[in-house]
């Protein structure tokens, strides 16, 4: 199984930039950009994990509608997506549940930081996403890291894909930067190496970003952005569907596989 996932969040990147950007802009960035994402999975008839953080889903409560309303998994992003306190992983999943009306499974750290596993088993999560095993200058350095399912603390731990020998990453910035047959080529020997796939994107990967030179993005975050992700999105879907490969949500996948995570 393929699963798509999609960190639904407050358009904080331009303070990365130090370019300050108001809440009100930050929500209306994401809605645009999640309301894209839907349309596409819509059109192509696939369900996805959507990882909210509980500020989004207060400020855009129709968009979590919508979510839910077309099948969609809705787990936890954290409460804020600029700071975090440990309590956050319970107040996050309580508001979610409160807004949703259904249990919140799992959970994934903003950024892919790292976070407490006894505490987010404290917090009442089944499942943790916040592992990108690979190294990349300044953000991670987590080559001795398991790339597919595992538990800890009794927590399922579902890492983000890497590729077998060299641990490329194949999250949204490659998505973004290499040509787009090479990127589903890569994804597909994964999947094959290993019988599991994770991706994620995030709302704003398809707004038009070249639009707002103001907020001082780097090159490789806007490229190809708007409706250039739109069509990648498109493509990649329609690129594993043709293979008979399942596209779906992370408790489907658990679901099926808990018997065989160690």
Known sequence: MILLSFDI????????????????????VSVEGTNRILDCLKRNQVKATFFCTANFALHAPDI????????????????????????????????????????????????????????????????????????????????????????KDSVIQMPASVTPLLRFPLFWLSCHNLPASLYRWLCKYTHRHDGYFVTYFHPWEFYPLNEHPEWKLPFIIRNHAGEGMEKRLDAFILYFRKQNITLGRFMDYIKQSKAIIK
């Open 64 to 151: 979590i509608k919508r979510i839910q309303a077309e099948g969609h998994e809705i787990a936890s992003h954290g409460f804020y997506h600029w700071t975090f306190k440990v309590e956050d992983l319970k107040t996050s999943k309580d508001q979610l549940e409160e807004i949703i009306g259904t249990k919140v499974y799992g959970y994934r750290q903003a950024r892919m930081m790292p976070v407490s596993e006894k505490a987010i088993h404290d917090a009442g999560y089944v499942y943790n996403s916040s592992l990108n095993p690979t190294f990349i200058p300044g953000r991670y350095m987590r080559l001795s890291t398991p790339r597919t399912p595992f538990i």
């Open 9 to 28: 969040e407050e358009f904080d990147v331009p303070r990365e930039h130090q370019v300050d950007i108001s809440m009100e802009e930050q929500i209306k």
